[in-house]
Each structure stands twice: as C-alpha cells, then as structure tokens.
C-alpha cells in the first residue's frame, strides 16, 4: 500500500518562501515519476511541478520561483517555493505514477496513480 503525506504548509505572507514536503511509504519511489499539483478554492486541479525519472518539469506560473527535488534516502519528495505571492494560495497535492504513464505527460494528473491528503498553503498580501 503506498501512501504519499505532505507536509510544510502554512500561512506566510507575500514574498516569503515555504518548503514542502512529501514522505512516501509502502514502496521506494526511486522508479516513480513524481509531480506536485495545487488546487484554489473554486478552481480546478493544476500542475505545479514535475520530477520525471531525473527531468525536472514546471508550471509557467512558478517557473523560477519553485525547485523541486527528491532526497531517496529519505524517500522524500521536496517543492522549495520562493518568492510567494497570493496567487498560490491552494492546497497542495503530491501524486506518484509507478505505472509509466506520466512518463510522457507529467502534467497530466489523470496519469498518476497515487495521491497525497493534501497541504494547505496561504499567501496573504
């Protein structure tokens, strides 16, 4: 059973940077594409960004100001966000594809196959 738990959300305030945090369990994820995605209140589930077998893939919209990373030791998947703005106000999801089928579209959420609970992060102005 694999299970993804995010953690590292919060309240910041514009400008400031925040580091979340994905632990999986139940299987190594050294073999797994891994993404990060975000969803705002009313709005639909988008991608953030994207750890494909060593390429790194982003959103334009935090293009710059994200880095994602893995630590395998750890089993532990990181998103560094910098420079906050409101804009990013959402709950954050983690999602792992062991299948191969986020391979060619790592943007593409209905390709993954594992979910997190979510964190929720807030950007005030």
């Known amino acids: 059973q694999v299970q993804l738990v995010e953690s590292g959300g919060g309240l910041v305030q514009a400008g400031d940077s925040l580091r979340l945090s994905c632990t999986v369990s139940?299987?190594?994820?050294?073999?797994?594409?891994m993404a990060w995605f975000r969803q705002a209140p009313g709005k639909e589930r988008e991608f953030v960004a994207a750890d494909n077998w060593g390429s790194t893939s982003y959103a334009d919209s935090v293009k710059g100001r994200c880095t994602i990373s893995r630590d395998r030791a750890k089993n532990t998947l990181y998103l560094q966000m910098n420079i906050l703005k409101p804009e990013d106000t959402a709950v954050y999801y983690c999602?792992?594809?062991?299948?191969?089928?986020?391979?060619?579209?790592?943007?593409?959420?209905?390709?993954?196959?594992?979910w997190g609970q979510g964190s929720q992060v807030t950007v005030s102005s």
């Open positions: 999602a792992a594809d062991y299948s191969g089928r986020a391979y060619l579209s790592p943007s593409a959420l209905e390709k993954y196959e594992y």
């Open positions: 139940g299987r190594t994820f050294s073999n797994a594409v």
